[in-house]
């Protein structure tokens, strides 16, 4: 072996460890030490040995306290003989048993997963092979360090990426922990009417005789009074019966009255919006059948609600409501009066319904158009009576 000392001074580092507190196992396993001192390999036996150093019985060779050497320590395994290379420092020296402690430098990790494995081995009893050995050798036995960029490594662009990135994730998830309180607010909170829509003082038309109708007007249009919504076209036979029933005509003058017709008009009773109407052309429609409802313009339309029976608990009169309207536009009203509704379902489930005046008018266009209406219980009067209470206080 070509081995020989550096003559490069290591500042020593001193560690106190008491007995009971050392940093490494010190056990006693049966190993040489081979250095060259002045030429030539000199070899020791090795006192006790640590994953940190050794010790070794020097006789009447001595090193240099500080100085890096290095040497090889040789373990019989299995009948061969197990050489680590390793460079040591002397740290202490024990004249009176002609001993030297001495420190590991610059172990490789190989080096230290040998000396580490025949140490562990050692103290729990286990018989040490040849095969162990190299298998401890060839596995990876340090985790490596991780890779990855700083953000100082990042340049302009990868950081605004990284801050944009940033942001969306947590725009969703405030979009994500809003839209959840907002459920569970509607849960527990607010009511919702199953069913509503923008009602008025109605007027309902009728057809006069049976005969064919020919619609003038449509749905939502705006009339004056007197302006004609249809037209119609009877056979005088609608009216013979009354004819017969007065008396006053001969059988001649009723069977000529039987091949003429009358036609005239429906006219429009009032300043009045078109609020359902029955499209016809040339259609026949029979006596009292109802064409169409209107509604008068100068009437005041109001809301009718209906919520379900459980919820009648948490309504009163004078409670504060929402309306969503068609046009997506909100308002506020208050509860009128509420009464139990059987018919609004059939009959099948009885329903609480409300009659419901806006705080501001209702456009006429919405009349007989469905909304929405929700109540928000931490909008009862008496609750807001609280606040005001303790704001005026």
Known sequence: MNMAASRADIEPQF???SEAQR?????RIPAKLFVNLGGSTHNFPVADLSAGGFSVNTGLESFRQGRVYKGRLVFKVDGFDLAIDVNFVPRSFDSMNDRCGCEFQDLGAREVSALRYLITAFLSGEVVSAGDVLNTLSRENFTKARKGKGSNDLGFFGKLRAMVGSLIVMLIGLFAISFVVSELWDIYFVTKAESAMVASEQIPLRIPKDAKVTTLVKPGQEVKAGEAIATFDAPMMSYVNDLVGEGNYSVGQIEELLDQRVRGTITSPCDCKVVNMRPAEDQYMSKGEQLAVMAPMDSSAHVVANFPFNQGEKLEEGQQVILRLPNGKEQTGHITSLYVNSQAQ??????????????EPLPIEAIGRPIGVTVDQFRMPSLQKVVERFSEG
Do not use: N
Not at 346 to 359: H, M, N, P, Y
């Open 15 to 17: 560690v106190h460890e």
């Open 346 to 359: 059939g009959g099948l489930v009885d329903v609480i319904s409300a009659s419901i005046e806006s705080a």
């Open 23 to 27: 940093q490494y196992a010190r056990v």
